[in-house]
């Protein structure tokens, strides 16, 4: 009895140091990490070589001539903004004691995500599909969390 007592305490403290065992708002703030690395990164791209992403990410839709560099401009600065708003939000999740205001930080970079991949379904699908899929994981991860964490209130 004790053999199996001593083995179940070592695993339960091997749980408790383990990242993905202290629940999903970790979790989550490494999927914020991934997508901040994503989102700068393909901002990065827009701003520094679009001609790059021609054909590839970026789908033409004016009868062959290119975006203009300004709306690339634009769109390289709110993908980077947005990847440091996901760097933001993972820094207060990663947090014990703000996580609550990283979940509301997360839920809303999210959003804002959602409804940039969205918009850029048009132009972008590949990337946008990714964003997006990206988006609902962490947003489903949130709302598991704030569920868990209102079922230990009551």
């Known amino acids: 009895m004790d053999g199996e007592q ?9 749980e408790r140091k383990s990242l993905l065992f202290k629940g999903p708002t970790v979790v989550a703030a490494l ?13 990065i791209a827009f701003l520094y070589t ?6 590839t990410f970026l789908i033409s839709l004016s009868n062959g001539s ?15 903004a947005l990847g440091l708003a996901y760097v933001v939000s993972a820094v207060l999740l990663w947090s ?5 205001k990283g979940i509301y930080a997360g839920m809303m970079v999210s959003i804002l995500g959602m409804l940039g991949a969205g918009l850029g379904t048009t132009f972008a699908p590949g990337i946008a599909a990714a964003g997006m899929i990206v988006n609902v994981l962490i947003v489903t991860l949130l709302a598991t ?8 209130v009551e």
């Open 31 to 43: 999927v914020c990490v991934v997508a901040a690395a994503f989102s700068t990164g393909v901002g």
């Open 145 to 152: 969390e704030t569920w868990e964490a209102r079922r230990g």
């Open 6 to 14: 001593n083995k179940a305490e070592v695993r339960n403290a091997a």
């Open 66 to 80: 290119s975006p203009s560099q300004g709306l690339l401009n634009l769109v390289g600065i709110l993908l980077v």
């Open 50 to 55: 679009p001609g790059a992403l021609q054909g």
């Open 96 to 100: 014990e004691t703000h996580w609550i």
